[in-house]
């Protein structure tokens, strides 16, 4: 047995070369980009074709396919880079785990106050509308009965594990030599990107990027795991429940306040930041391995675009 794994590793080393942080992230960014569009389409050519009224199989489908995608991703990484770090995959999350409690605070503070940024946003999806641009409905299955909990599931929690898994995880175990700051960045703009979706750039960019902060601060991904849950969640709930409008100036006085509150503390009181120890070539070899996921997200982006333009669907 632990012959025949030596060899899968071997077979991993000879086509993939030496592991090293920046190529195993670099690559996990691909793949992450690449892998949820192809299995979803090999999906597609085994069931009957759907029209323009999707059903809710298929909406399932295609929010469970890209999360099935990131769990093999992050497998893969750990398989590719045990030489490098010397552990296993059940070691190496386990690592991903451990931080101080007051982090899930934090991270939850910090999701609430990002609500008070949905201006930012708004102001984005105006500047895209100046060009004619209009943002195409995201479907989400029946919310009905016990359809709540399937979408709470496949639209709030499995994402919530997985895309952290895999962005505050898995590229933040490469991105981090590029000392806090960088890494926080980058991982949001790779976070935002990847989501193809230009009316939600802005946005996704900045969860990305605040995740990214209060992962690298905790040492765990945990913390951001709840709060991303959080996000979805009440995303999930605004469209089955409404939300009073009554309501809307006092979330946003908390949001703010939130917001404010875990800024200064990161100023304040957990300020110490990571410098950065990557050089030239450590960034280059993390560019070179994700260059094929961020043209291929790039290229889809664009295209969204030009559709919620000129309609090309």
Request: a positive charge; glycine letters at 8%; charged letters at 15%.
């Amino acid at each position: 047995m632990k012959k025949r794994k030596e060899e899968k590793r071997g077979i991993l080393a000879e086509l993939l070369g030496e592991p090293t942080p920046f190529k195993a992230s670099g690559l996990a960014f691909t793949l992450a980009a690449l892998l949820p569009p192809v299995l979803f389409f090999v999906f597609l050519s085994f069931v009957p074709k759907v029209g323009e009224d999707k059903p809710d199989w298929y909406l399932y489908a295609s929010f469970i396919f890209p999360q099935l995608s990131f769990a093999l991703v992050a497998w893969i990484f750990y398989r590719f880079s045990r030489s490098q770090t010397g552990m296993g995959f059940k070691s190496c999350l386990k690592t991903q785990f451990a931080c101080k409690k007051r982090y899930y605070f934090i991270a939850i503070a910090m999701q609430f106050g990002l609500f008070s940024l949905s201006f930012v946003n708004s102001l984005f999806i105006n500047l895209l509308g100046g060009i004619g641009y209009e943002p195409t409905e995201i479907l989400l299955p029946s919310l009905d009965g016990v359809g709540f909990v399937g979408v709470l599931l496949s639209v709030a929690l499995l994402p919530a594990i997985f895309e952290e898994l895999i962005f505050r995880g898995v590229l933040l175990s490469g991105l981090k030599d590029f000392g806090s700051v960088s890494a926080a960045l980058v991982c949001g703009g790779l976070f935002a990107l990847y989501h193809q979706t230009p009316v939600q750039t802005v946005y996704q960019f900045v969860c990305g990027f605040a995740f990214a902060w209060v992962a690298i601060k905790a040492g765990s991904i945990l913390p951001t795991v709840v709060a991303h849950f959080i996000n979805n969640a009440f995303i999930v709930c605004t469209e089955k429940f409404g939300f009073p409008v009554v309501f809307e100036y006092a979330l946003l006085g908390v949001s703010a306040v939130c917001l404010i509150f875990t800024v200064v503390w990161f100023l304040t009181i957990d300020k110490k930041t990571k410098p950065a120890t990557a050089t030239k070539s450590d960034k280059y070899e993390f560019l070179k391995w994700s260059a094929v996921g961020v043209a291929f997200c790039l290229l889809v982006w664009l295209l969204n675009l030009i559709d919620g333009i000129v309609g090309l669907s």
